[in-house]
């Protein structure tokens, strides 16, 4: 595993999820988002779960850390044990659980609300999370540069929201608009919240060895949860196939086949690095996103926008930086 390999998988990384956030834009503008969410994940669990089983190479493993030789028997497993172990389904049911129906199922819905440029800029807080969480949950140690890139990430998040917060509480023209803004930006939160502690655990979990086939069965688990909630939500009671445009249906397909390719990427960097490591999508692809949201769909890119992108980058880039990369 050299240097090389690891930054290769995480620039791919970084401009995939990047120029997700404007495609989930455009898909969700006629195909409803928690339906277009669960269609696109488990459409890719199955695709990377065939590409497993018809490669027939099989260099595309995690490493297998110290800490996780529960794991070690798997890579002398027929390909068909690998992926009708009942425990690894249960680890990849609570990750699929957290990362896919929290994480993206809640960015997904927030996104009908906010552009695709703030929606990557909210969730660019993840790695904060991720420290926070990580201390909280596993004790680990805070140096003074970490301490300090929490400081200044969430500084640069609350220069973020805080004209949609003053304007909820001060602007009386548009509240129901404010008002829709504002609850966009909490699914945000709380969908970068349950990204953390998906990436945390997943770090440490017990999944198959190969990347390909341990990233399927999460898509596909998230992807059936997040079609229940759109059952559960009546997203289909007013919807129509024929509703659907071509750009959203292109969008879907781009998700389907380039987004696996990217969720792949994360979660090779996340079990063979760190949390922090795999995270660093998160103050890379919001650039990515302002760009092609300006450039795609004219979205405008403000002071307020530009000064708060350097602010949180400035703070995750600290963040990630201690000492490990």
Do not use: C
Not at 12 to 38: C, H, K, N, Q, R
Not at 45 to 50: C, T
Not at 169 to 195: K, Y
Request: hydrophobic content about 55%; glycine content about 8%.
């Amino acid at each position: 595993m050299t240097k090389l390999r690891i930054w290769l998988i995480l620039v791919m990384l970084w401009v995939v999820i990047g120029s997700t956030y404007i495609t989930i834009e455009i898909a969700i503008d006629t195909i409803p988002p928690f339906l277009m969410s669960g269609i696109r994940y488990v459409l890719s669990g199955v695709l990377l779960i065939l590409v497993y089983i018809l490669l027939p190479s099989q260099n595309i493993n995690y490493q297998i850390k110290l800490n996780q030789k529960s794991t070690t028997t798997t890579s002398h497993r027929s390909k068909l044990e690998s992926i009708l172990d009942k425990r690894q389904w249960k680890e990849a049911t609570i990750i699929g659980a957290a990362l896919i129906l929290g994480g993206q199922g809640l960015l997904t819905w927030g996104e009908q609300y906010l552009s695709s440029s703030f929606t990557a800029l909210l969730f660019s807080t993840v790695p904060i999370w991720i420290l926070l969480l990580g201390k909280i949950l596993y004790n680990e140690k805070l140096k003074k540069f970490t301490v300090l890139g929490v400081i200044v990430g969430s500084i640069g998040f609350i220069i973020l929201i805080l004209p949609s917060l003053a304007a909820q509480f001060l602007d009386t023209n548009s509240p129901s608009t404010n008002n829709l803004e504002l609850v966009g930006i909490f699914a945000l939160v709380i969908a970068a919240l349950s990204w953390s502690v998906g990436s945390l655990y997943s770090s440490k979990a017990n999944l198959p060895v190969n990347v390909l086939v341990s990233t399927g069965m999460m898509l596909f688990v998230g992807g059936f949860f997040l079609i229940a909630l759109s059952i559960a939500t009546g997203e289909l009671e007013n919807f129509h196939i024929s509703s659907i445009s071509i750009e959203s249906m292109t969008s879907l397909i781009y998700l389907i086949t380039v987004g696996s390719a990217g969720w792949a990427g994360f979660f090779w960097i996340l079990r063979n690095t760190s949390a922090s490591l795999a995270n660093t999508f998160a103050y890379v692809s919001p650039v990515v996103a302002v760009i092609l949201g300006w450039a795609i769909l004219s979205e405008a890119i403000t002071v307020q926008i530009v000064f708060a992108t350097l602010i949180i980058m400035s703070g995750v880039i600290l963040i990630a930086n201690r000492g490990k990369f």
